[in-house]
């Protein structure tokens, strides 16, 4: 076994298997060689290693083939809760041929974190994180170089975008009991607090994964309020920026753009806080839920903010006052 290790796949794709330590946890290798992606399985572990084996070679398969045909992968880049898994569904029933992907992190920092997010919650890990991480592979493999990649990321009003993230992970936050609206109420005030929050994870999203990621700089051009979306050519990708608010109108001359061709994307609106169990007690508390202006000054002072809502900032830090009637 050594030496046919030695004479025919050292030799023939310049691979030597022994130059990386076996992978206990995912139960395989993964090698890039001359003109050959290769994988190493132990046979023992081929009931649990063939899954994600297969799974990653569907995903090479379907970027080479799309790049072959001359259809790139679009990929929905985003933060969660902004209404990326509505432009998802969107995409999926307008039949367009590109493969369409949903990913929230691609940097390994980002990937990790979500990772151990789910593992020490007890949680199995969503397929988000899976899917990133192929993504992330299979773009440092050279994949990305294939095509330019067609990316769609979104931004969002950052406490209505907190509020809807607190409740998506309402189970795991509160696993054994059913709080009070106002106990809800006491908890997010805490967050907000936390150093804006919401408007500091989705600035700092962008900085960590969007930028050094394809190298793009969102801030460099004016939001554009008659198309209601911007669009940006980086290095390698294509990038639309939206805003959730806007998708109504916004959605379809934004996806045009981004391909270059007609498509005829209708709207079709997804994991909505209003169709859930919870239903009830969020509408609860985004009624109640108010800030001093202090808070609201942080919540809106970023220059993620200040250029995309520059001129509804006023009107939705009025809408979240102490000073607003309930």
Known sequence: MDQWFEMELKVGFDIDIPSKKFDR?????????????????RMKFLRDSMKPVLKEALLSAQLVASAAGGLPPVVIFQVGKVGSTTVKRSLMESGIANPVYHVHFLSRQGLSRARSAYLEAG???????HQGERLRRLQSFGFA??????????VRDPVSRTISSFFQNFRRLYPCQAPTTNEILARLHGIFEDEAYGQKEMDQWFEMELKPGFDIDILSKKFDRTRKFNFYEGPGADLVVLRMEDLRDSLTPAINTLLGRNVDVRLVEANKAEDKSYATQYSDVK????????????????PLIEHFYSEEKLELMKKWSTKAKL
């Open 25 to 41: 946890t995912r139960k395989l290798n993964f090698y890039k060689g001359l003109g050959v992606d290769l994988v190493v399985l």
């Open 123 to 129: 949680m199995c890990v969503d397929g988000h994180v």
């Open 145 to 154: 170089r294939m095509s330019r990649w067609k990316l769609i990321t979104l």
């Open 287 to 302: 009624s109640k839920l108010r800030f001093p202006e202090e808070t609201l000054k942080k919540l809106y002072g970023s």
